[in-house]
């Protein structure tokens, strides 16, 4: 005669315990996985949002040093000054995209956090510059250092950042590589 043999059961088995003590396993597995998964989102986020801020916080000391230059001191060469109204609206735009994509991700820097790589010895540099009539080519050189600073800044935020980040620092990348090759720049 046949016997029916049991069929084997299929799926994840555990060890023989009581029920209670199986959720509670359970349980605290799916807690332990929760913990690990928010802090990897949580840390990566961070890391993107501080990278963005660092960076808007130097689009913001030139655009103050590029403000000052044009509305307190003169620049007397004609390009210097068509480069510094580029400069300015450029890094404007760049700063208004920047703080939109991150108050979509909830972040609001501070004026703190703004302010934080704000230079006062450019102000005392470009002002001696002035006094000796070499505000222009003091200017140039500020911009010079103080873009390409801002692109390895740009470079830097773009490899933690989300994909929507990554569109806008790489078309900032690109406006500011422009502004570096453009011919007062180059000299």
């Known amino acids: 005669m046949l016997k029916n043999n049991p069929q084997p059961k299929s799926g994840l088995s555990l060890p023989a315990m009581s029920k209670p003590v199986k959720i509670a396993a359970l349980a ?35 655009l103050r040093v590029t403000q000052l230059v044009q509305t307190q001191q003169t620049l007397r060469d004609p390009g210097t000054a068509a480069l510094a109204a580029t400069v300015s609206s ?28 704000t230079d006062k010895t450019a102000d005392a540099q470009l002002q001696s510059a002035s006094q000796n009539n070499q505000l222009d080519d003091a ?8 873009l390409t600073r801002y692109q390895i800044e740009l470079q830097a935020a773009y490899k933690v950042v989300g994909p929507n980040g990554k569109v806008l620092l790489k078309d900032a990348y690109a406006s500011n590589n422009t502004l ?5 720049l180059k000299t």
């Open 180 to 184: 570096l090759s453009n011919a007062p």
């Open 90 to 117: 450029t890094l404007t735009s760049q700063q208004a995209q920047l703080l939109n994509y991150l108050a979509t991700g909830h972040t609001k820097p501070s004026k703190a956090q703004l302010t934080a790589d």
């Open 139 to 146: 200017y140039k050189n500020y911009l010079k250092q103080a």
């Open 28 to 62: 605290i597995i799916a807690i332990l996985l929760l913990i690990v998964i928010s802090s990897t989102l949580s840390s990566h986020k961070g890391g993107g949002t501080k990278s963005v801020i660092t960076a808007v916080a130097r689009e913001q000391e030139i």
